[in-house]
């Protein structure tokens, strides 16, 4: 599996979100779009109604970002809305392989979210229903937040993981990726980076993606891993 790059529309002008997107379409893989509720993080963002909107002003994959409660009822409409992915945290899921079927069945690819303090150990037996799993690198809500390098030790745990058991699941990290942080992400095994400041704070967000693939892809060790 090859680098994947998804800016964060997070730290972007929301009154120009398709402008946004355009900015960095050239060198993005996906555009990321976090969705909070107030409930799950301290923080009120956008929902299925912009999602939508933004589905149409750009042919960007968008990779929703859910930091919301109850996922098991609302997950499935970002699915719906046009979302090539859909990330869900495992922390406010009842029910974490009914909510990633349902996603997977709306057409969308899965992913799975931890925020710092929850374990990789814990949901190793649900990987199967995933095609990627967030290692979150901040605590979520917030753009801006100093990046966690002791959730590095994550990384390598859950790559190893995949690895052993021939696994094809991206690692996503998410919080505080920059160019002076994220080659310990990709020497740690992650494949797919979110930045937010790191892009829409550059005077060009283009290049600023361009530049961190380049540092990434250079950082992915090559021999006997899986990321081909
Ligand atoms: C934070 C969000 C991130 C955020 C990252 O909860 O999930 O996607 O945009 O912002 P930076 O890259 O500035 O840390
Ligand atoms: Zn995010």
Not at 17 to 40: G, P, R, S
Not at 46 to 57: H, Q
Not at 155 to 178: C, T, Y
């Amino acid at each position: 599996m090859s680098v994947q790059m998804a800016p964060s529309v997070l730290s972007a002008d929301f009154a120009r979100l398709a402008d946004a997107a355009a900015a960095v379409a050239e060198t993005a893989d996906w555009l990321h779009v976090d969705v909070m509720d107030n409930h799950f993080v301290p923080n009120l963002t956008i929902g299925r109604p912009v999602v939508e909107a933004l589905r149409k002003s750009t042919s960007l994959p968008l990779d929703c970002h859910l930091m919301i409660d109850d996922p098991d009822r609302w997950a499935v409409g970002y699915a719906e809305a046009g979302a090539a992915n859909v990330t869900f945290h495992a922390e406010a899921a009842h029910d974490v392989v009914q909510t990633a079927r349902a996603i997977r069945a709306a057409g969308a690819r899965v992913g799975l979210g931890l925020k710092p303090a929850t374990s990789f150990d814990d949901y190793q037996d649900v990987l199967r229903e995933f095609d990627m799993l967030l290692v979150m690198t901040v605590e979520p809500g917030f753009g801006g937040q100093e990046f966690m390098a002791d959730m590095m030790p994550k990384v390598v745990q859950a790559r190893r993981f995949l690895r052993d058991n021939e696994m094809q699941l991206w690692i996503q990290v998410d919080g505080g990726v920059a160019a002076e942080t994220i080659e310990e992400c990709a020497r740690a095994g992650a494949d797919v980076f979110v930045a937010g400041s790191a892009v829409y704070g550059a005077h060009d967000p283009a290049k600023a993606v361009a530049a961190l693939r380049a540092l990434a892809e250079a950082a992915i060790p090559t021999s006997g891993c899986a990321h081909d």
